[in-house]
């Protein structure tokens, strides 16, 4: 722990290497349509048919940042027969997805932050 000028408690800066790491995951779901699939794969598993349906993606772009998401390790899949099915395998990332996405589409129907943490959003 490291002391601010206030006097309170705070963590230690993190190295360069885990803000490197956290960049490159940043970046990677900079991307609307591989947000989109991380969202609608934390509300349950898919297929690649069903999330092009549910995104609004032709099935090769869909496929390959489901390649991109599943290199980073935050999607797995598995297969059921011919189908592959893809899910998500980092909880955390989901629950960070889902709070940035709650609260911005909170704050566009004008609730404020100040409201959303007493929802506990």
Do not use: C, N
Request: charged letters at 25%.
């Amino acid at each position: 722990m490291v002391r601010s000028i206030e006097g309170k408690a705070t963590p230690a800066d993190p190295s360069a290497e885990v803000l490197a790491e956290a960049a490159a995951l940043f970046g990677l779901l900079a991307s609307p349509p591989r947000l989109h699939i991380v969202w609608a794969l934390a509300q349950g598993e898919s297929d690649v048919s069903g999330l092009a349906e549910r995104v609004g993606g032709a099935l090769p772009a869909i496929s390959q940042h489901l390649s991109k998401l599943k290199l980073a390790g935050l999607v797995r899949s598995r297969r059921e027969g011919r189908r592959v099915v893809y899910f998500v395998d980092d909880p955390e990332t989901v629950a960070v997805t889902r709070k940035l996405v709650v609260q911005l589409t909170a704050r566009s129907k004008g609730v404020s932050p100040a409201r959303l943490r007493q929802l506990g959003a």
